[in-house]
T-cell receptor, first 113, second 113 residues
Framework: KAGVTQTPRYLIKTRGQQVTLSCSPI?????VSWYQQTPGQGLQFLFE???????NKGNFPGRFSGRQFSNSRSEMNVSTLELGDSALYLC????????????FGPGTRLTVT | DQQVKQNSPSLSVQEGRISILNCDYT??????FLWYKKYPAEGPTFLIS?????DKNEDGRFTVFLNKSAKHLSLHIVPSQPGDSAVYFC????????????FGKGTKLSVKP
């Protein structure tokens, strides 16, 4: 069974631009969660989508948004990029919503200059 | 306020010896706990989990212990191997309320040959 895939793997953007990251979950998984990882901060939860609905949201500004499609694929969007948005963005999928085992993709490394 | 804490940013162990990674949590509603391993440039990989109705779970060289009264869990790796060198994240969730996973900041384990 194919794992979680994320595209692109690397991205360089300029402050003020916007970016869209994509995530394809493991086949059959209906829940997709997004995390931001920065040095020394661990994995910070952004949001979780289940059956195309946002179920949980972390403590991030409204510039961070996402959506999920009927095939469970998910996208995350960050508008008006700031230097502090430079991070590894990880997507994880699971069978059920909430605190089940999550399986992570390789991440998208975003650099904002 | 951090709900899941890994107070040791790093740990160094000799090959063949036991590695003990610790994690503390503050939310008494957490009922499910997980450990993940992360290599550089890869997403975290699920290792082992434990429900709050148990106090121990084993999987090969990995054992997780849960002490609910102390709100503490630990991951034991025996024997440690150089390939175990990675960052280990502890995570917890309140599955009863379908809460998302809350991660600690991680502990970097180095296993010396």
């Amino acid at each position: 069974k194919a794992g979680v895939t994320q595209t692109p793997r690397y991205l360089i953007k300029t402050r003020g631009q916007q970016v869209t990251l994509s995530c394809s979950p493991i086949s059959g998984h209906r829940s997709v969660s997004w995390y931001q990882q920065t040095p020394g901060q661990g994995l910070q939860f952004l949001f979780e989508y289940f059956s195309e609905t946002q179920r949980n949201k972390g403590n991030f500004p409204g510039r961070f948004s996402g959506r999920q499609f009927s095939n469970s694929r998910s996208e995350m969007n960050v508008s008006t990029l700031e230097l502090g948005d430079s991070a590894l963005y990880l997507c994880a999928s699971s069978l059920g919503q909430g605190g089940y085992e999550q399986y992570f993709g390789p991440g998208t490394r975003l650099t904002v200059t | 306020d951090q709900q899941v804490k890994q107070n040791s940013p790093s740990l160094s162990v000799q090959e063949g010896r036991i590695s003990i990674l610790n994690c503390d949590y503050t939310n008494s509603m957490f009922d499910y706990f997980l450990w993940y391993k992360k290599y550089p440039a890869e997403g975290p990989t699920f290792l082992i989990s434990i429900s709050s109705i148990k106090d121990k779970n084993e999987d090969g060289r990995f054992t997780v212990f849960l002490n609910k009264s102390a709100k503490h869990l630990s991951l034991h790796i025996v024997p440690s191997q150089p390939g175990d060198s990675a960052v280990y994240f502890c995570a917890a969730s309140d599955r009863g309320s379908q809460g998302n996973l809350i991660f600690g900041k991680g502990t970097k384990l180095s296993v010396k040959p």
